[in-house]
């Protein structure tokens, strides 16, 4: 049984009616300038004044300029992330009909494994990509199956939620707003993992479609295929991968948080001709019921007060109408 998910057969009207050749953004998807992301070694975190401090700064010139950048000796080991690798590489290679049975194939909700793009009509809205969407209640309830080893996702699930809010502690410490939101605010029914797939393509397709992040914070690990893009100046630039890094980037939640002091910023995924790329992100999520509110001492809010369940419903609402997510626009005062 084949692994892969039948995107041909599902989209071969999209595919019948695109002439990849004729089509620029193809060309632009495939290439762009490659830039390394500012990077922050974390074990400054732990020096005396001012060394910390100048850590901290770096941290949030980096969210506000880039709104991505890369951590280095972050305290998660090689051999955690080795072996998260290893078991997602094992999830994927099972056949596409148990992927889709994940509630009995790895005992999570069902709805978790996602792949393609339903309301695509045409390639530029494909997302040539399968992933496992695993909320972090899921996550600390999920028991060893056949084919799959719960204490490796667990392990580094902890670790990254950890790291994520140690980040963003210090993003809002830096910002003037209160470091203990994120413990006060951020639940396990509400964080997630996502574990992504992007199989090789023939020819360059959007992995992920261009977006923004609807969280506080992601935290990145990906192999070294290479195909992550970000919007930087205007332009759309590549990533350079890291194999000693975790990437982070601000989502939409801190952006309005922040009152624009810290910038979510579009990015993609981009497929490669013959090499699979895998990756896994955790988004840190406060509750639905809590309420953002985007104020500072130094300039008027920029957006207005909303809850995060009116954020989600409103980017659903939007991506069921007009195909594409509009996003903070929708909020600003």
């Not at 300038?33 to 005396?48: K, M, V």
């Not at 069902?110 to 809205?125: E, H, I, V």
């Not at 413990?183 to 479609?209: A, D, H, K, V």
Request: with cysteine.
């Amino acid at each position: 049984m084949d692994s892969d998910p039948p995107f041909h057969e599902t989209y071969k009207t999209l595919f019948a009616a695109t002439k990849p050749l004729n089509n620029d953004w193809l060309a632009a998807v495939a290439a762009v300038e490659e830039l390394e992301l500012p990077s922050i070694d974390l074990t400054r975190l732990s020096l005396e004044w001012p060394e910390k401090e100048r850590c901290k700064n770096d941290i949030a010139r980096a969210a506000n300029e880039w709104g991505f950048f890369q951590v280095v000796n972050h305290g998660i080991s090689r051999d955690v992330l080795e072996k998260m690798r290893e078991e997602q590489v094992k999830v994927f290679k099972q056949p596409f009909q148990h992927k889709c049975r994940e509630d009995k194939f790895m005992n999570v909700s069902a709805g978790s494994y996602r792949w393609g793009t339903p309301t695509a009509t045409c390639l530029r809205q494909l997302s040539w990509s399968e992933a496992f969407h695993i909320p972090m209640t899921d996550i600390s309830s999920l028991g060893d199956t056949s084919t799959f080893s719960s204490s490796s996702l667990h392990q580094f699930a902890t670790k990254v939620a950890s790291l994520a809010q140690k980040l963003a502690e210090i993003l809002a410490e830096k910002s003037g707003k209160k470091s203990t939101f994120f413990q006060e605010n951020t639940l396990p029914s509400t964080c997630y993992l996502r574990l992504n797939r992007y199989p090789p393509c023939p020819i360059p397709l959007f992995g992920l479609m261009p977006h923004t992040d609807s969280d506080f914070l992601t935290v990145l690990y990906q192999d070294q295929v290479g195909g992550l893009q970000l919007v930087k100046d205007g332009k759309w630039v590549a990533v350079k991968p890291n194999p000693e890094a975790l990437f982070i980037n601000i989502g939409d939640l801190f952006q309005a948080w922040s009152n624009d002091c810290y910038k979510s910023i579009q990015h993609c995924a981009v497929t490669n001709p013959t090499k699979e790329r895998c990756s896994v992100a955790y988004f840190l999520c406060p509750s639905y019921d809590t309420v953002i509110e985007s104020c500072s001492s130094n300039k008027p809010s920029v957006y207005r007060s909303f809850s995060f369940k009116e954020y989600r419903q409103q980017v659903h609402e939007d991506v069921q109408n007009y195909g594409y997510k509009i996003g903070l626009p929708r909020f600003l005062v």
